[in-house]
DNA sequence: CGTTTGGTTGAAATGTGTCAAACTTTGTGG
DNA sequence: CCACAAAGTTTGACACATTTCAACCAAACG
């Protein structure tokens, strides 16, 4: 495999995002292949940025699934997003210099580290990209806001079903779900994380889910029977990802 | 008083804000003087903005308090932020057409609408500004992420002094504090909307909190005797707010 | 094949919700 | 400026969702 494969299958991800915004002209893609990108190979369970930290750099999940939680003063762990291929989920450190929270992988991931200078400067010479990268946070942002009303104002089992739902679309969204079937290593600790519950609560949510056949969860591999009754359940309106293209109803 | 001080005084807390991130060069001082701003009053309790609208203009809050918030199906509120003085809440519009929140007024605000084209044209011309305000959005995701975590990992009381150590500094931080007092136009209702709870709890909280005399709140004024204490109790800590300068100690 | 990690279970404790009523303050029109 | 309505706050008793703790089981793994 030579350099140039090479560097178009690392890029790809970041590309095929963009890509689903608005068409990138040849001089955009040529823009984004010229981007410095740093690979590296991340197993489960590292820290790739700390709380605290000032970042030189961000990053691109090429592949693999991360989460990014903070901590209360007493070790309560609270995760607010989960990034899967194709996000970068601490675009945010080229303009607020401290990171507020910590990301770390939840499987092996395969990740694309740019330099804030490299990317900088091509926000300045790419507008439309730089509008890209900004409209990004902002997505992200969105899904912040319904994660406040998700752990809020739903009870524990809307909650869970809301967060699946969510990964199924967005997962769909980059090519990995296949008949209504993904792949999802999380943790019942991860998900009760995440939901704001416990291990215990969470492991007695999805046994009732799984009950009402809501969902076939069995290691890291999901199945929904019916995508409709678990949007139901979730009390799931997708607007707020703010994809172009929804999931097909048929 | 004639039109140019009253432009003057309408957009400085807009430039009051931008200054507080780096210093603004005459041009850019100028151009934000020449933003086509129109202003309105608006009265308590309207809706600004709503859910599934598609503006084609951003505001920004000139005077008064607003909230954010969503609502679940079966029409459960969460307030997911307040707003102050400078903000501007919907800047996200700017890039996703499809308003997924419902932005209202707690109090009578005094509100500058800019239209899209004008601010794109702005974003355009003063690349420093863009990033301030692609900057601005950030810092309101931050504070997305820490009321997850409020609301997913802290108990009722301690996050109530959470979120009132978020509006102290936040108001601090435009004039709006004296003495460690405010004005706090904001019901128990909203709190409790706020924080994902009832208001009768909320109610319970606030008692509480006097009783521990680390809030005197009546009516609509607040003072706080012990800072420290409270942010204690809220395990505040101002970091997720991205400002430069923080409370003095002092 | 033992050890670790993740999942499951039960019983008791508790934070928060619910409901319904009364009280207080604020605003307003007569 | 009083009277009344509306909005906001406070209270009590009870219900319930979720936590806690502690143990056990199953699967993955070196």
Redesign the pocket.
């Given at each position: 495999m030579h350099a140039a494969f090479q560097n178009d299958y690392n890029h790809s991800p970041l590309i095929r995002k963009l890509e689903s915004i608005f068409s990138l002209t040849d001089d955009e893609q040529q823009a984004l292949m010229d981007l410095p990108m740093q690979m590296a190979v991340i197993k489960a369970d590292q820290d790739i940025v700390r709380e605290g930290d000032r970042p030189s750099r961000c990053f691109a999940i090429l592949s693999g699934f991360t989460c990014t939680y903070k901590l209360t003063g007493d070790g309560k762990r609270q995760i607010v997003a989960y990034g899967i291929a194709g996000d970068m989920p601490d675009l945010q450190s080229l303009h607020l210099k401290v990171l507020d929270m910590t990301i770390t992988t939840l499987t092996p991931c395969s990740i694309g580290f740019v330099r804030h200078e490299d990317l900088w400067d091509l926000c300045l010479r790419q507008t439309r990209i730089a509008a890209a990268f900004w409209r990004e946070t902002l997505v992200e942002g969105a899904a912040f806001r319904e994660w406040v009303l998700n752990v809020g104002r739903r009870?524990?089992?809307p909650r869970m079903a809301h967060i699946l739902c969510e990964l199924l679309v967005r997962l769909r969204a980059v090519g990995l779900v296949d008949n209504h079937s993904c792949t999802l290593p999380i943790?019942?600790?991860e998900f009760a994380d995440a939901l704001?519950?416990?291990?215990?609560?969470a492991?007695?949510v999805?046994?009732q889910m799984r009950a009402d056949d809501l969902i076939e969860l069995k290691?890291e591999r999901l199945h929904v029977p019916d995508w409709e009754r678990l949007k139901e359940a979730g009390d799931f309106h997708p607007a707020y990802l703010h994809l172009v293209q929804e999931w097909p109803t048929a």
């Open positions: 009870e524990a089992y943790t019942q600790a704001g519950i416990t291990t215990v609560h492991n007695r999805l046994q290691g």
